[in-house]
């Protein structure tokens, strides 16, 4: 393969070569200056390493001003197969809304059957821009081409045989249209998917022609040959059937293909609009010949160049270099020890205002999720009062109680304003208050002698307890001496203990509740709402009104249809 440079501009930069060279040589000239007026045993002192590099240094400086410019330059010595990013053909769907398509001959209708058709379509087109258009005695655009296949979805509830101005079987127009639709786009080469059951011969020529300008016509039959009869906007009855040798003919003109109407999505692939062909119309996994940039190579020299330039470490930078790509060569086992690598969470790096928002994120979360022990954990020892706060909370979720007043005190210490945690605080107290006393004797927790079960003077709330697998989440929670626990309870007293606990429980999360309700944290599901008798009567009066609006996902279309038919008529042209 001959050598060929892709950007053969930057060769122009070989010119400077000799610039560099004289300002090399005046370089040295100023230096040999020194040697005329300075003892030689000081000269090194005094020029430093750059008297002792001579014509190496300049040697290895036009070495790497080529090989540089030589890299920019973009050497090629090979060829490889690079596949062609080709946009999709474009699809414009003309439906035909005349009255045929109320035909039940597909049951429920034609134009049931053709809703779900396009949805299917729709849903399972791989790429590319859909356009939307419908047809009776003339055609319009119900959404332009978009790459936004849902957005043309929204529209199909809304077509029936009312939404046109005028019924009539005009597939010429339709087809005329729809080419228009992709020249206004700018596309050269399109689809045109024609939904009917009838043809004519205008519509033949019509395929005909906009196939010579490059938009491939195919037709998706709707109907049987039996038909059956629908009736007209006029009150009269009509008979449709399939006339598939007309629609056949449409294709064939238009250099498309053409399917019936099927149940499944075989007659789409069958007419291939599943998977579009390129806008060129060549095949979309195409791939050709490129040159490759080769001039990556030439940074290995340049860089082993720039590091003895360096004046400390240059051999050192020299073997980090050259045993990267042997390390990133070895496989897995040999750079990875046996046991796991530790997870790094970042807190390494991180500043300590980034560490305490994680933290308090973290314990957001798990608060949320009602891992109250988790929350517990990542916000003890957090600064602040909301830290505080939003520990009192989890530790009053987690039944325990005394730690909780404990942390709304430390939130009002730091924020004596904080309405929140004085309100939560005395609804913590409350329910402590109304804590029944526990059944059956209890162990002291400070393991102190004397009668088990009763409380300390001055304090009339109950011992604090701990859920199970909570006493370990702090070391302060454990009791301040080795005193034996105490026998367990009968059976009955500990039902009646947990079930006393589990009624506590429920009291403390609603007075919780209420007190966050209290406070606005918490919107209420439904508001209340206070008015007036006049206020209500006019609120009963405007829904009133609002029921009276007819139903119609069709009149919008209707009424610009109808415009549009109106602009046409006088002269406006399509």
């Not at 203990?497 to 919107?523: P, S, T």
């Amino acid at each position: 393969m001959s050598l060929v440079f892709l950007r053969p501009e930057w060769l122009w930069g070989l010119l400077a070569l000799p610039l560099l060279v004289l300002w090399w040589r005046r370089r040295r000239q100023r230096d040999d200056a020194w040697r005329n007026v300075v003892d030689p045993h000081l000269l090194p002192h005094l020029l430093g390493a750059r008297s002792r590099r001579g014509g190496s240094g300049l040697v290895a400086l036009l070495i790497g001003w080529t090989l540089a410019v030589a890299a920019l330059a973009g050497p090629s010595w090979r060829s490889g197969d690079q596949p062609l990013v080709q946009p999709a053909a474009p699809l414009v769907i003309a439906l035909d809304l005349s009255g045929a398509a109320l035909a039940n001959d597909l049951p429920p209708s034609r134009l049931a059957q053709a809703r779900s058709k396009i949805a299917t379509l729709l849903r399972e087109r791989a790429g590319g821009e859909v356009g939307l258009v419908v047809w009776a005695d003339d055609a319009f655009t119900v959404a332009p081409l978009t790459s936004d296949t849902a957005n043309v979805a929204l529209y199909l509830d809304a077509l029936a045989p009312g939404v046109m101005p005028v019924d009539g079987h005009r597939p010429d127009r339709a087809i005329r249209h729809a080419a228009r639709l992709l020249e206004q786009a700018g596309f050269r080469r399109g689809e045109i998917l024609l939904l009917t059951g009838e043809g004519s011969g205008a519509a033949e020529r019509a395929a005909a022609a906009v196939a010579a300008d490059g938009y491939r016509v195919s037709v998706l039959g709707l109907g049987t040959a039996a038909g059956s009869a629908y009736r007209k906007a006029d009150g009269g009855f009509g008979r449709a059937r399939l006339d598939a040798p007309a629609v056949r003919a449409i294709a064939g003109a238009g250099g498309g293909a053409y399917a019936a109407l099927q149940a499944d999505s075989g007659d789409l692939r069958a007419l291939g609009v599943l998977e579009p062909r390129s806008a060129s119309g060549d095949v979309r996994d195409a791939t050709t010949m490129l040159r490759l940039d080769d001039g990556y190579w030439l940074l290995l020299p340049l860089m082993l160049l720039a590091a003895f330039a360096f004046r400390r470490n240059a051999l050192a930078l020299v073997l980090a270099v050259a045993c990267l790509p042997a390390w990133m060569s070895a496989p897995a086992h040999a750079q990875a020890p046996a046991q796991d690598p530790p997870v790094l969470d970042g807190s390494l790096w991180r500043r300590a205002d980034q560490v305490a928002h994680a933290r308090m994120q973290a314990g957001a979360d798990a608060y949320r999720a009602g891992d109250y022990a988790a929350a517990i954990a990542a916000w003890r020892g957090l600064p602040g009062a909301d830290a505080a706060y939003n520990l009192g909370n989890a530790l009053a979720r987690a039944g325990r109680y005394e730690q909780a007043v404990a942390a709304y005190d430390e939130a009002l210490r730091r924020e004596p304003g904080m309405d929140d945690a004085r309100a939560n605080r005395e609804a913590v107290l409350q329910a402590m208050q109304q804590q029944p006393p526990p059944s059956g004797p209890q162990p002291d927790p400070d393991g102190d002698s004397g009668e088990q079960g009763k409380p300390q003077p001055g304090n009339e709330s109950p011992p604090d307890r701990q859920d199970e697998g909570q006493a370990g989440d702090d070391p302060g929670d454990a009791p301040a001496s080795d005193a034996p626990p105490a026998e367990a309870p009968a059976a009955p007293d500990a039902q009646a203990q947990e079930a006393a606990d589990e009624a506590q429980r429920r009291r403390m999360e609603e007075a919780l509740r209420q007190a966050d309700n209290a406070n606005g944290q918490d919107d209420p599901a439904e508001p209340a709402i206070s008015e007036t008798r006049e206020e209500r009567e006019q609120r009963e009066a405007n829904e009133a009104w609002l029921r009276r609006v007819p139903d119609d996902p069709g009149g919008l279309l209707r009424e610009k249809f109808r415009l549009e038919h109106l602009r046409r008529q006088q002269g406006g042209g399509p």
